[in-house]
Structure formats: structure tokens, C-alpha cells
């Protein structure tokens, strides 16, 4: 089975702060993505990438960075924290069509 | 207008109806689609690609217009089980890399 994990279910955040998600895949898939999901405005693409050390914008990449050091390893930060920030933040990974998503991390900025 | 569109909802269906969901996209370079199931406060998981020839898995079909971009879902006999989210994928452009999400579709499936 393909597991994604996030390295936090839940992260209280003040605002300003540099905030990192992690994001793990162990099935060598090429693919990873983050998204944001919020009620009534359903995924958005932050970014993603499609191999190690190359990254991709999406449709919201403002606020956002990525690293991908690693094939397994899909960091998003967020370099100085906002509360528009607050939001549930998945990782999916994708060797095919298929993506594969983590549980999420739900995230609250005061 | 937004690039995939679903239904509203919430339907709110009684065990043993058939209920039907609708989604439309905007961007006709678009090639491949999808519809993911996501539970309450769970991530989404692919519930079943949709070809243009139609595809059956069960009690779920899944229909794809390309002429008019309209994608369905028809579930039969629903289950208590499938209560959940219902969300459209579909991908951007010819990489298939870039997935378009819908807003997604709330279905409560009532005893």
C-alpha cells in the first residue's frame, strides 16, 4: 500500500513565524503536490513537483515555498506566517494519474 | 467561471437510492478524469477514473461528455457507507500532472 505521511495532524502558528509541513512517500513516486483546502473553495494547488530539486507553481503559490531535496521528502514553508494562511494542507504524491494523499495537517495561525 | 463545477448539495438520500451527480469543466485541452470519494476529516482517495466509453465498477458508473466537458456519477443502491464528498478531478493540460479539483458534492445517505 502507498502510504503519505505529514509530520503534523495539527499546528497552532502565530503569525510571522516560518512555518514547515513535511511530507513523506514510500513509493518512489515522482510526483508530489500541495494543496489547501478550505470549505466552499475545495483543493487549490499550491505547487508541486515533478522531480527532486525541480518545483512547479501552482495556482496559488503566493505566501508559499517548496523544497525537494529528496525523492520521498516534499516540503512546503511559509516563509512569514498570516492568518489566511489557516487551513487544512494536504500532500499528495503520483506516479501515474493516481494521487496518493496524506491525512492532512490542519493549521491555525493567530 | 470556474474551471470544474459540481452540483451544490448536499443530497440527502434515503438507503437504496439511486443518486446522480453532475460536474462540468471549462478547459477543453483537459484529457484525463477522475472522481475521488473524501469521508469527513479524511483525505480524498480515487474512487474510479472515467473514460470516454463510460465505466461501471459496481454499483458506481461514471460517464464522460467530451463534446459537451460533462462528467457524471451515478450511484445505485447507495449504502449508509457512502456518505461522503464527492469531488471531480480533472488534469490541466496533456502532461496530466496538473489536477483541477472540483468544490465537491456532499452526500448523506440516510437510514
Known amino acids: 500500500d502507498v502510504k503519505v505521511t505529514q509530520s503534523s495532524r495539527y499546528l497552532v502558528k502565530r503569525t510571522g513565524e516560518k512555518v514547515f509541513l513535511e511530507c513523506v512517500q514510500d513509493?518512489?513516486?515522482?510526483?508530489m503536490f500541495w494543496y489547501r483546502q478550505d470549505p466552499g473553495l475545495g483543493l487549490r494547488l499550491i505547487y508541486f513537483s515533478y522531480d527532486v530539486k525541480m518545483k512547479e507553481k501552482g495556482d496559488i503559490p503566493e505566501g508559499y515555498s517548496v523544497s525537494r531535496e529528496k525523492k520521498e521528502r516534499f516540503s512546503l514553508i511559509l516563509e512569514s506566517a498570516s492568518t489566511n494562511q489557516t487551513s487544512m494542507y494536504l500532500c499528495?504524491?503520483?506516479?501515474?494519474?493516481?494521487?496518493?494523499f496524506g491525512p492532512g495537517t490542519r493549521l491555525l495561525v493567530l | 467561471r470556474k474551471e470544474v463545477e459540481q452540483d451544490p448539495g448536499p443530497f440527502n438520500v434515503p438507503e437504496g437510492a439511486t443518486v446522480a451527480f453532475n460536474c462540468t469543466y471549462s478547459?477543453?485541452?483537459?484529457?484525463?478524469f477522475f472522481w475521488y470519494r473524501q469521508d469527513c476529516r479524511k483525505e480524498p482517495k480515487l474512487l474510479m477514473s472515467v473514460y470516454s466509453s463510460g465505466n461501471e465498477d459496481g454499483r458506481f458508473t461514471a460517464q464522460l461528455n467530451r463534446a459537451s466537458q460533462y462528467i457524471s456519477l451515478l450511484i445505485r443502491d447507495s449504502k449508509l457507507s457512502d456518505s461522503a464528498t464527492y469531488l471531480c478531478?480533472?488534469?490541466?493540460?496533456?502532461?496530466?500532472?496538473?489536477?483541477?479539483f472540483g468544490p465537491g458534492t456532499r452526500l448523506s445517505v440516510l437510514p
Open positions: 478531478v480533472v488534469t490541466r493540460d496533456n502532461y496530466g500532472q496538473n489536477f483541477v
Open positions: 499528495a504524491s503520483s506516479w501515474t494519474e493516481t494521487q496518493y
Open positions: 513509493m518512489d513516486h515522482e510526483n
Open positions: 478547459n477543453s485541452a483537459s484529457q484525463s
